[in-house]
């Protein structure tokens, strides 16, 4: 029988590489539930689904919600019986979650919840995955990567709606017994990512000659860092994760103290990178110079950390690391953005 997965977010930007991966690699049946705001954009999923066979095309369905909302059962009518969840759906602007942070807990905590109640409704579902992030983790100090298990420690609401989303999911494992998995993700890039995000910016900012500001410390001197990875690669981490065989599950398994269970996995990008190493990376990919300043947000806006780190080797142990280096990413990235333009303008 054909699997169906319902991917909350699927016209975002993280989502619809999965769905593409999803259409190439499986002949499962996919439901992107989205409500189509700032982030979500239909143009995405039609730029994938354009180059599959009508036949393909079919396996994909579209359907309208906003998750501040229980999913009522009108929308469970079109939503189906999935077996397999992947919750992407969130609101992720730091600015905008230290300006509104009650939008964030809504989105992210509260709709996390109702996507939670859900799935502990359904007959058939064999796994649900919840995307969190590097930053409950907080700032990482010089040479510190946060394991999948490190304390929590938010610095913006953003960062905290997301820990809160994943305290709730352990919470319904445990009461429930649903059958949930955690991720956590660093900085994702990649191509049809929103033009206000740091790449897609760079490139658009270094091919028309204008300045770029590096996010550094309060000396100007030391430029933030991350683990970038491409949206493709976590797609396929996902992917890697979803197949794991109940062999594979048993040995990574330890429970926590208490009897916690939820695998939590970090997908990490290959090697660690300044952002002012990365803007100078994105210029050598166009031929060009960059010209950059040194600005110090660090200290001038709150809830802004000048590192984050993950620790990747959970993950490669079970056999999975990106396949392709940082540079030959960017490389790819920065070919494809210039040469399909609408993407990168604001």
Same mark, same amino acid.
Request: charged share 25%.
């Given at each position: ?17 999965? @769905? ?182 760079? @490139? ?68 660690? @990178? ?73």
């Amino acid at each position: 029988m054909v699997k169906r997965c319902l991917l909350t977010g699927g016209a975002g930007f993280i989502g619809h590489h999965i @769905i593409d991966l999803f259409l190439e690699k499986t002949d499962w049946e996919i439901v992107s539930l989205d409500r189509l705001d700032y982030s979500g954009n239909l143009n995405r999923l039609h730029s994938v689904l354009e180059k599959y066979p009508k036949e393909t095309q079919q396996r994909l369905k579209v359907v309208w919600h906003d998750l501040k909302a229980p999913i009522s059962d009108l929308t469970k009518n079109f939503i189906g019986d999935p077996n397999i969840i992947l919750h992407l759906a969130a609101s992720s602007h730091v600015d905008r979650s230290i300006t509104h942070p009650m939008e964030f807990v809504m989105d992210n905590t509260v709709g996390t919840v109702n996507v939670l109640d859900f799935a502990r409704g359904l007959k058939n579902l064999e796994r649900m995955i919840y995307f969190s992030t590097d930053e409950i983790f907080g700032i990482a100090p010089p040479g510190v990567s946060y394991k999948e298990r490190d304390r929590y420690n938010s610095t913006n609401p953003y960062s905290a709606s997301k820990a809160a989303g994943e305290e709730f999911c352990v919470a319904y494992e445990n009461t429930y017994k649903l059958p949930i998995f955690i991720t956590h993700c660093m900085n994702v890039f990649g191509e049809r990512q929103h033009p206000e995000k740091f790449i897609p910016l760079c @490139i658009r900012k270094i091919r028309d000659s204008e300045k770029i500001f590096i996010h550094s410390d309060s000396t100007r001197t030391i430029p933030g860092s991350r683990f970038y990875i491409h949206a493709k690669d976590v797609a396929d981490a996902i992917l890697f994760i979803l197949t794991l065989s109940p062999e594979n599950l048993k040995t990574i398994y330890t429970p926590d103290w208490g009897g916690a269970k939820c695998p939590k996995f970090n997908i990490v990008g290959k090697e660690e @990178i300044n952002n002012l190493e990365l803007v100078k990376m994105i210029a050598n990919a166009q031929g060009r110079t960059p010209i950059c300043e040194m600005v110090d947000f660090h200290s001038s806006r709150p809830g802004h950390d000048l590192r984050y780190a993950l620790d990747g080797g959970y993950m490669k142990s079970l056999g999975w690391e990106p396949r392709f280096s940082l540079q030959e990413r960017i490389s790819e990235v920065t070919e494809w953005s210039l040469a399909n333009k609408e993407w990168i303008e604001i």
